[in-house]
């Protein structure tokens, strides 16, 4: 990618710039999970209503769509004693910090996975859901430049708040599933099958 960017820095002065100065980090698309994520997301969180009302950036719904199915996944329900867990499509508050990483201090990962755990990459892996993080993203390194800190650093409400003071905040509407049942469930669920 820094190969790349020098190409590109180079068609920049081509066509007038008077200086090209690159990002010190890349954006890396990866369609792979990552650990260690500043807040992972879980498909129990996502039941739950996601984040705070108060620290949002939107809000998303999904099913916890498995379709083709997860290798494995029946047998070790099976095998800890689970049946098979059938869930309504959450409709859940998003903010960044399930994409931004704890250990690497200048690095957000967005994909169908990135941070999400359990029944969480199933919901999340959305397209329209990774653009809109993204944008979180965007105005979060922007900040973090700004204010010479680091990425991990900034906090979903931080982003939140500038996009309230530009009148560019969505409207927030994520709501906790109301069946405590479902929430217990998918819980337990996730909790042993980590185990």
Same mark, same amino acid.
């Given at each position: 990618?820094?190969?790349?960017?020098?190409? +590109?820095?180079?068609?920049?002065?081509?066509?007038?710039? $008077?200086?090209?100065?690159?990002?010190?980090?890349?954006?890396? *698309?990866?369609?792979?999970?990552?650990?260690?994520?500043?807040?992972?997301? $879980?498909?129990?969180?996502?039941?739950?209503?996601?984040?705070?009302?108060?620290?949002?950036?939107?809000?998303?719904?999904?099913?916890?769509?498995? *379709? @083709?199915?997860?290798?494995? +996944?029946?047998?070790?329900?099976?095998?800890? @004693?689970?049946?098979?867990?059938?869930?309504?499509?959450?409709?859940?508050?998003?903010?960044?910090?399930?994409?931004?990483?704890?250990?690497?201090? %200048?690095?957000?990962?967005?994909?169908?996975?990135?941070?999400?755990? @359990?029944?969480?990459?199933?919901?999340?892996?959305?397209?329209?859901?990774?653009?809109?993080?993204?944008?979180?993203?965007?105005?979060?390194?922007?900040?973090?430049?700004?204010?010479? *800190?680091?990425?991990?650093?900034?906090? %979903?409400?931080?982003?939140?708040?500038?996009?309230?003071?530009?009148?560019?905040?969505?409207?927030?509407?994520?709501?906790?599933?109301?069946?405590?049942?479902?929430?217990?469930?998918?819980? %337990?669920?996730?909790?042993?099958?980590?185990?």
């Amino acid at each position: 990618m820094l190969k790349e960017m020098q190409l +590109l820095s180079q068609w920049f002065m081509a066509l007038g710039a $008077t200086s090209v100065i690159p990002a010190p980090e890349l954006y890396i *698309r990866h369609a792979g999970n990552v650990k260690g994520a500043v807040d992972s997301l $879980t498909g129990t969180k996502m039941l739950k209503g996601g984040v705070p009302a108060s620290e949002a950036l939107g809000t998303f719904g999904y099913h916890f769509d498995i *379709r @083709g199915g997860i290798e494995g +996944l029946g047998a070790r329900a099976s095998a800890k @004693g689970l049946g098979e867990v059938k869930l309504p499509p959450p409709l859940f508050n998003v903010g960044i910090q399930h994409a931004i990483l704890n250990s690497v201090s %200048n690095l957000a990962v967005i994909s169908p996975a990135s941070g999400f755990e @359990g029944y969480a990459s199933s919901a999340g892996r959305i397209v329209e859901f990774n653009c809109a993080v993204g944008q979180g993203i965007g105005i979060a390194a922007a900040l973090a430049m700004l204010s010479n *800190r680091n990425l991990n650093q900034i906090s %979903n409400q931080e982003v939140h708040d500038i996009l309230v003071n530009t009148g560019k905040l969505s409207k927030i509407y994520g709501q906790p599933n109301s069946q405590q049942e479902d929430i217990a469930r998918l819980d %337990n669920f996730e909790n042993a099958l980590a185990a």
